[in-house]
Nanobody, 114 residues
Framework: QVHVVESGGDSVQAGGTLRLSCEASGLVACAPDMSWYRQAPGQEREFVAVNGFRGTRYADSAQGRFTISVDSSRRRVYLQMGSLKPEDTAKYYC?????????WGQGTQVTVSS
């Protein structure tokens, strides 16, 4: 059984930094694509960043401020966030894709105050 668990969410002031972590366990014979998404209250879940077979890609809102990285086992993914803005406030979710199988974590809350 695959488990995906995010951590690192917190409340910070605008301009601050945070590092989110995500660990996937139970994956077998898979080098997954690993992504971060976020969802603000009343909004749809949106893409933030991905590290996968096709390389690394960021949403325009994250480009230049956030960095996604994956450890050598491809079981942990991180999102280093800087120059945080109030509009970055959301629940951040980790998405793990192994072939046609997709797994999501429960999310970690990031709140940025002005």
């Amino acid at each position: 059984q695959v488990h995906v668990v995010e951590s690192g969410g917190d409340s910070v002031q605008a301009g601050g930094t945070l590092r989110l972590s995500c660990e996937a366990s139970g994956l077998v014979a898979c080098a997954p694509d690993m992504s971060w998404y976020r969802q603000a209250p009343g909004q749809e879940r949106e893409f933030v960043a991905v590290n996968g077979f096709r390389g690394t890609r960021y949403a325009d809102s994250a480009q230049g401020r956030f960095t996604i990285s994956v450890d050598s086992s491809r079981r942990r993914v991180y999102l280093q966030m800087g120059s945080l803005k109030p509009e970055d406030t959301a629940k951040y979710y980790c998405k793990v894709e192994c072939g046609t199988s997709v797994y999501w974590g429960q999310g970690t809350q990031v709140t940025v105050s002005s």
